[in-house]
């Protein structure tokens, strides 16, 4: 009989698996994980491998301990410009949402995306997407909307293309047009709802870019009307849809996603019992955002215990963004979910790892199987806990993406 000659055998590692259908960590100690042609072939105890495997290269991992490399499925990681002067401005008592009004906020940051280059803006973000990298990501969500006019839009999104082709990381781009009404249409939100429909959405489709659409449905966003408007025409080009929603205010935009089978509702301090029903009804997943929450000085925490009581599954991410969430650390918000949300460390690995996946409708990532993607991460660490417990310490050796090693 012919052996299987695999490229890569990684033997005696203890392996976090992170499946949705296995309890916790689905950890396997002493294990061993076979890559060929860029997928996992065989995982399973080292002691149950075949008793004649071949590898083009064996590696020993004995007390390491291997991930699914980690998901960062909510970001704005692709913009211009920096925001401190409005982080200084809040300490001194003007509210986010009053500097929002007041034309600065988001709009800043659209007036420095404007006016960066595509090799600037480029420039900009690769800092920070590799400090990401860093620690063990190997698939990120990079969301337009600092760009607002059709051609700063496919200028972000051209971006985040370029980052998955310079950088050994899968990229999904949202198209987050209605993320804020620009001074173009000022006074005019419904024309511009209008012209993200039939104008831009139809063309930035065209280039390529759009992976999925998303919208700011807030007091000072975009209504739940407008929103609906939007996720038809989304639906019309076969996007899947999912919704900054009730992060200021319930504005029942969770239930909306969740009726069209939107990937996820992000955010969610103001969710209400209805919206946890519809998300739980749709397999909606709750994407929440520690860091956003911590920057604003937030005070009403998501319902956590109401979503787990539903089984609606919890994913995290950074929400890399200049105004509400300067960060570009995942392990960072894995402790701030423990810390501020209560979250198990169990649950927030789940949250970078499986269900980071789904809401990003992803199948072969996020998890550790035979027939996944090769995407791991490497540690240093004695036990999963590990990763969300210390602050400001990185533990990752390096990652493995499309079955090739990276150290870190
Ligand atoms: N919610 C947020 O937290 C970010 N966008 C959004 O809709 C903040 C964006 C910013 O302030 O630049
Ligand atoms: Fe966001």
Not at 179 to 199: K, M, Q
Not at 207 to 224: H, T, Y
Not at 344 to 354: F, K, N
Request: aromatic share 6%; with cysteine.
């Amino acid at each position: 009989m012919q052996v299987p000659i695999w490229d890569t055998l990684i033997r005696h590692a203890n392996v976090a698996r992170l499946h949705a259908d296995l309890p916790g960590y689905g950890e396997l100690m002493d294990a061993a994980v076979a890559i060929k042609d860029g997928k996992i072939v065989w995982l399973g105890v080292d002691a149950d491998l075949p008793a004649s495997v071949e590898a083009q290269d064996e590696i020993d991992m004995v007390g390491k301990w291997i991930t699914p490399g980690l998901i960062d499925c909510h970001t704005h990681i692709v913009h211009g410009g920096r925001r401190s002067n409005e982080f200084e401005a809040r300490l001194n008592g003007i509210s986010y949402e009053e500097i929002a009004r007041s034309g600065g906020g988001i709009l800043s940051s659209v007036r420095a995306t404007r006016a960066a280059s595509e090799s600037e803006l480029l420039a900009q973000s690769l800092p920070r997407v590799k400090s990401l990298l860093a620690e063990g990501v190997t698939t990120l969500e990079i969301k337009s909307g600092y760009g607002l006019d059709l051609a700063s839009e496919a200028k972000m999104l051209k971006v985040a293309r370029q980052i998955a082709e310079l950088l050994p990381v899968n990229v999904k781009t949202t198209f987050l047009g209605a993320h804020a009404l620009p001074p173009e249409f000022a006074g005019r939100a419904d024309d511009y709802i209008e012209h993200l429909c039939v104008e831009m959405l139809p063309a930035l489709v065209q280039l390529g870019l759009v992976d999925a659409v998303d919208a700011f449905c807030e007091r000072i966003g975009f209504s739940r009307a407008q929103t609906e408007k939007l996720f038809t025409a989304a639906r019309q080009h076969g996007l899947p849809v999912k919704l900054h929603a009730e992060q200021l205010s319930d504005q029942d935009g969770s239930a909306l996603v969740a009726q069209f089978q939107g990937l996820s509702a992000d955010h969610l301090e103001y969710l209400s019992p209805s919206g946890i029903t519809a998300m739980a009804a749709n397999h909606t997943v709750a994407v929440l955002l520690p860091a956003a929450y911590y920057f604003l000085r937030e005070t009403k925490l998501p319902p956590i215990a109401e979503l787990r009581a539903a089984n609606v599954p919890i994913a995290l991410a950074t929400d890399c963004n200049p105004g509400t969430a300067p960060i570009t650390s995942l392990l960072l918000v894995l402790n701030m979910a423990c810390t501020l949300f209560k979250m198990t460390p169990q649950e927030a690995l789940r949250g970078v790892t499986c269900y980071g996946a789904q809401a990003l409708g992803m199948q072969d990532v996020g998890s550790l199987n035979v027939g996944m993607h090769a995407d791991l991460a490497l540690w240093e660490i004695e036990r999963p806990a590990d990763l969300a417990y210390a602050m400001g310490f990185n533990p990752c050796l390096g990652v493995w993406k499309d079955g090739r090693w990276l150290a870190r």
